[in-house]
């Protein structure tokens, strides 16, 4: 085993060991650890797009910066450089901000690419080939469920959930 910083160790790799084997056991990498199906920063974020969709700006600047209050007590960071720059903007510049925030909360949660896929934001350059648009079948139910998958030509490159078609 080798030991990492934090106390945690990981075990050696081993021809045929499962992945399961290379994972630490403290942390938040941990069997018992607390895994956040909702956190207090996402709801921010859910009600400041709300609100501003809405045409309560005020409401939703105030709930972008509960939200960032929430990300500076999980992570232990300084955000209000942040919080005080969202207490300024108006318009499409608030929304933009919000859903800029709400991304980076939200790093590689299936929420922020849909989020993606319907309002085009946060506005960045997609790789070659742009941002997928739609899930794919995987094996498994392709081999159980055929006759519910379309064929190939068939299939369409965006679903009806991905209005804008960003990329």
């Known amino acids: 085993f080798t030991e990492v910083e934090g106390g945690g160790y990981l075990a050696p790799f081993e021809s045929g060991a499962s992945?399961?084997?290379?994972?630490?056991?403290?942390?938040?990498?941990?069997?018992?650890?607390?895994?956040?199906?909702?956190t207090c920063a996402e709801n921010g974020y859910i009600l400041a797009e709300a609100h501003y969709?809405?045409?309560?700006?005020?409401?939703?600047?105030?709930?972008?910066?509960?939200?960032?209050?929430?990300?500076?007590?999980?992570?232990?960071?300084?955000?209000?450089?942040?919080?005080?720059?969202?207490?300024?903007?108006?318009?499409?510049?608030?929304?933009?901000?919000i859903m800029d925030q709400k991304y980076i909360a939200q790093f590689l949660n299936m929420d922020v690419w849909n989020d993606y896929k319907r309002t085009c934001l946060p506005a960045f350059e997609p790789r070659a080939g742009g941002v997928p648009g739609r899930l794919f079948y995987g094996l498994t139910e392709r081999q159980t469920n055929?006759?519910?998958i379309p064929e190939p030509a068939q299939q369409p490159d965006r679903n009806d959930n991905d209005p804008a078609g960003c990329s």
């Open 19 to 38: 992945a399961a084997s290379q994972i630490s056991e403290t942390g938040r990498g941990a069997p018992d650890a607390n895994f956040p199906l909702v």
């Open 53 to 97: 969709m809405t045409g309560s700006e005020a409401d939703a600047r105030t709930a972008a910066q509960s939200a960032l209050a929430c990300q500076e007590t999980y992570y232990g960071v300084d955000l209000s450089g942040v919080r005080e720059t969202i207490g300024g903007l108006a318009g499409e510049a608030l929304l933009e901000a």
């Open 146 to 148: 055929p006759d519910n």
